[in-house]
């Protein structure tokens, strides 16, 4: 062995045959160094290594070739055995890592159990929930948060409807165990092209586990968590339950859960009821509630329930003809009854019930103050009256709002049509009210010391540059606040104001319940602050109640269908912000407004009634603000965009308004007069007596005109007083003329004098 390996590792020398062998080597100039070459001498020619050839018969090569077979094929085994040991370790790890993934899973499907709500909340999902508003006769008028329908079973339905909804959301619903593998790699490769979420691949099995369940968002959390429970849904209830209940539960927007619901808010109608071109509109919602409800966007809902058709034709559940037939008379959802605006109240409501009884996380009963006769009756006057005139008079919107003298809420109207805007003009909007709020400004005067019967002048008047001026330009002279007050002159207003300052006037306002921002300045006393239609009218209230200050409310009571109350009204302490005395001057001012005034279109018969009348500058705004002893109830006429009307004023379109709904809302109710009384004074001081107080019974509109005696003393015990003997000096009777008579003789000629003398 030894030998061997020195042999074959020895070293190997050169053999040559002898001397001959040696011939042909020499050395010729291009071998020696340094030699010169001449460049005629031939370069001589390099030989090749000639290749080794097999077939040369060489032992040589051959032996070599010989002894490297072996080491070829060892590395050649080598190799193989690598690549064998590699795919082996490929496949233990990789059954490792399997293991891993499995134990893995697991964990994740527990862990993500473990999330979920109990078994026993599972099996009662809470439905969201629901606030009825009812009216003060017990009856439901208006729904707000969800709307959940009457539970329907598939035999109660059409066939078609419960088919639409497997057509277009789940084809495989009767194949697949609740999770829809084919759906869902169709709905990765969809989302890949599209670079983005352009179709689900939930059954509906998971979509009523989201709708039962979870949350609307999106997460790896919650997508675990469905599709969890669309296996419990699916080993719990059958194909056909499944079905039932997501019917029942899914949402159609506008607050509407469950095709019962959503049939009724959309088509006015039961889910048993349906056509097939219904059907295919409510299948096509649950994509998009929101966006495609037909009352919001028909053209959206309609070609989307044309897909829903064509997929029902698709799979056989209807034929060719009877989706075109539907495709060609497609369905329209239905307009509410009336102009619904029974749902301004419903969203004033809303916005107060957090404060009465905080988060709302259990179905409530709302019961409220409103009579829903005179709210039908309200909306009808205003609607009525701005189909016929708004061209005419360029008026497109108006507001009502009555109230009981204690300011329980009896009817509101927010605008002329809720589904065309929601705006509610009678809480949220706030208006310049003109002269209807110089009631405020004369309540103030008389609280100064002035009577109905004190005399100022009505007269141009300078303030600093500003020149306010009446309504018809002209002017009377001398006038008793009664008559300035029922003829809304806006000199004798400003001039009031200055004498008992802007300020006394606003808190006056304040007091009796404005709650608006109010500027004390000259202009305060023709209503040139802004306030709100609900705001006046409680205002007003106190001169209906004998002097109390009224909240105005809408809210009675707050209970669980149960029956468990939550909230009950409490009445608001007695507060008195007038005198008596007062309120009786204040109600024989304003009733004259409606005798002989700006509002003797105003008439209640067999009842007593006062008011005051306002219009903004540019006729812009047009208010009626009137009340009995039974009701208080303000109007207003104007547009949106603030834009002048043509000449609407308060004793127009208001009015007219106004006495439609007051008529209806005292019918067959017993008269009662207003509250306090007032008996003018007897002096001889030049002192004039009222011309008229408010009688028992409303009367006509009357010219002014002088009466002899005997109509005087009839006039007289028909209103409850007697008339000034015959040897009182009278003041000369307002007319209707551009003359401007002079100041009366006594205290009141004396300080017109004193204190608009320079103005006139």
Do not use: C
């Not at 070739?65 to 060892?74: H, L």
């Not at 469950?258 to 009724?264: K, L, M, S």
């Amino acid at each position: 062995m030894a030998s061997g390996r020195k042999k074959k590792g020895g070293r190997k020398e050169p053999k040559f045959d002898g001397p001959a062998s040696l011939d042909s080597v020499r050395l010729n100039g291009w071998d020696r160094v340094g030699h010169a070459i001449d460049d005629d001498e031939p370069q001589p020619k390099r030989r090749r290594a000639k290749p080794i050839d097999d077939d040369d018969g060489d032992e040589a090569p051959r032996e070599r070739r010989t002894r490297n077979a072996p080491a070829r094929r060892d590395k050649e085994s080598s190799s193989r055995g690598r690549s064998r040991s590699l795919l082996g370790r490929l496949a233990y790890w990789g059954v490792v890592f399997s293991l891993w993934g499995v134990i893995a899973g697991a964990g994740v499907i527990v862990w993500v159990g473990a999330q979920l709500p109990s078994i026993q909340s599972l099996e009662i999902p809470k439905r969201p929930p629901t606030i009825q508003i009812a009216a003060m006769d017990g009856s439901i008028i208006a729904t707000r948060g969800e709307m959940p329908g009457a539970n329907m079973s598939l035999k109660e339905l059409p066939p078609y409807l419960p088919k639409a909804f497997v057509a277009i959301e789940d084809r495989r619903f009767y194949s697949h165990f609740g999770i829809d593998p084919t759906g869902i790699a169709r709905a990765i490769v969809a989302n890949l092209m599209h670079r983005g979420v352009s179709q689900g691949g939930s059954t509906l099995t998971q979509q009523l586990a989201k709708n039962l369940f979870l949350t609307q968002e999106r997460t790896l959390q919650r997508k675990l968590q469905e599709a969890e429970l669309a296996l419990w849904l699916e080993r719990k209830y059958s194909k056909a339950e499944i079905l039932e209940l997501y019917l029942n539960r899914v949402y159609f927007g506008s607050g509407a859960y469950g095709v019962e619901a959503a049939a009724q808010r959309y088509f006015g109608k039961s889910a048993k009821n349906v056509t097939l071109a219904e059907a295919a509109m409510l299948a096509g919602l649950v994509k998009s509630p929101s966006r495609l409800a037909p009352n919001r966007n028909p053209e959206g809902a309609e070609k989307r329930a044309q897909t829903v058709l064509t997929a029902m034709a698709d799979v056989k559940f209807i034929t060719e003809a009877q989706a075109q037939a539907s495709i060609a008379h497609p369905a329209h959802a239905v307009n509410p009854a009336g102009a619904g605006t029974i749902n301004y109240v419903a969203d004033w409501i809303g916005e107060v019930l957090d404060d009465l009884v905080g988060q709302i996380d259990q179905n409530i009963v709302v019961e409220t103050s409103i009579d829903p006769k005179l709210q039908s009756v309200a909306e009808a006057a205003i609607i009525d009256e701005l189909a016929t005139k708004s061209v005419k008079f360029n008026v497109s919107q108006g507001a009502l709002v009555a109230m009981t003298p204690s300011g329980a809420v009896r009817a509101m109207v927010g605008g002329r049509n809720y589904a065309e805007s929601q705006f509610n003009r009678a809480v949220t909007a706030k208006r310049q009210p003109g002269s209807a709020f110089k009631p405020f400004v004369y309540l103030t005067a008389l609280e100064a010391g002035l009577t109905p019967d004190t005399v100022r002048q009505d007269a141009p008047l300078d303030v600093k540059g500003w020149k306010p001026e009446n309504y018809s330009r002209e002017y009377f002279g001398p006038v008793t606040l009664t008559r300035a007050l029922a003829m809304s002159l806006n000199t004798v207003a400003v001039r009031l104001g200055i004498e008992v300052g802007p300020a006394n006037v606003v808190r006056t306002a304040h007091r009796l319940g404005i709650a608006s921002k109010l500027e004390a300045n000259a202009s305060i006393s023709l209503g040139t602050s802004e306030v709100s239609v609900t705001e006046l009218v409680g205002a007003y209230a106190p001169f209906a109640n004998g002097g109390f200050a009224a909240s105005p409310h809408v809210v009675n009571r707050i209970r669980t269908p149960e029956g468990k109350v939550l909230y009950a009204r409490r009445a608001d302490p007695p507060l008195k912000v007038i005198d008596p005395a007062y309120v009786g001057m204040m109600n024989s001012m304003m009733h004259e407004t409606l005798v002989t005034g700006t509002a003797r279109k105003a008439d209640i018969p067999g009842w007593s009634a006062a008011g005051k009348t306002g219009t903004s500058q540019d006729f812009r705004d047009a208010w009626f603000v009137g009340y009995t002893a039974n009701l208080v109830t303000g109007v207003w006429l104007g547009n949106d965009d603030n834009s002048p009307t043509k000449k609407a004023t308060g004793g127009g379109l208001p009015v007219e308004v106004w006495t439609r709904f007051m008529k209806a809302a005292h019918q067959n109710v017993s008269p009662v007069p207003l509250p306090g009384s007032y008996q003018p004074p007897q002096t001889n001081d030049g002192g004039g007596f009222l011309s008229s107080l408010f009688p028992g019974n409303s009367r006509a509109p009357v010219p002014v005109q002088p009466m002899d005696r005997q109509q005087q003393i009839q006039q007289s015990s028909n209103q409850g007083y007697l008339p000034p003997p015959p040897n009182a000096q009278a003041r000369p009777r307002v007319t209707q003329t551009s003359t401007r008579p002079e100041a009366d003789s006594g205290l009141d000629g004396w300080l017109i004098d004193r204190v608009f003398g320079g103005r006139r």
